[in-house]
Nanobody, 124 residues
Framework: VQLQASGGGLVQAGGSLRVSCVASERTFGNYHVGWFRQAPGNEREFVAA????????YYADSVKGRFAISRDNARNTVYLQMNSLKPEDTAVYYC??????????????????WGQGTLVTVSS
C-alpha cells in the first residue's frame, strides 16, 4: 500500500490543523495506522494510532487531549486533528500502516508502510 500524507502548514500557537493520510488501497480499513513525527535533531516519536478493528485509539502523553486520530474507511483516509498547537509540535509528521497483529502499536518498527511526511510548523 502507498500512503500520501498532506495537510501540513504554518499555524500560530493555539491554532488547529488537520493532516490526512490517504492510502492507495480500498482495503485500508484492514490496516492499523499510526502517526509519528520527527523534529530537527530529534528521533522519530509516536504521536497517535488507530487500530483496524474496533478503531481503538492511542496517544502520546504529550498530545493527549489536544490531538484526535480518526479514520474514514470509505475514503481510505486517516486523519489527525491537531488542536491547541504548541511550538514544540513543530515537526514532519509521518503516517504509517501495517496489517496483522502488532506487538506494540506505538512502536515505529512494527509498521511496514510509510508515507512521505508533511511539515507542520507552529509559530509562537
Amino acid at each position: 500500500v502507498q500512503l500520501q500524507a498532506s495537510g501540513g502548514g504554518l499555524v500560530q500557537a493555539g491554532g488547529s490543523l488537520r493532516v490526512s493520510c490517504v492510502a492507495s488501497e480500498r482495503t485500508f480499513g484492514n490496516y492499523h495506522v499510526g502517526w509519528f513525527r520527527q523534529a530537527p535533531g530529534n528521533e522519530r516519536e509516536f504521536v497517535a494510532a488507530i487500530r483496524r478493528i474496533g478503531s481503538n485509539t492511542y496517544y502520546a502523553d504529550s498530545v493527549k487531549g489536544r490531538f484526535a486520530i480518526s479514520r474514514d474507511n470509505a475514503r481510505n483516509t486517516v486523519y489527525l486533528q491537531m488542536n491547541s498547537l504548541k511550538p514544540e509540535d513543530t515537526a514532519v509528521y509521518y503516517c504509517a500502516a501495517s496489517q496483522g497483529v502488532l506487538s506494540s502499536i506505538m512502536d515505529s518498527r512494527v509498521y511496514r508502510y510509510w508515507g512521505q511526511g508533511t511539515l507542520v510548523t507552529v509559530s509562537s
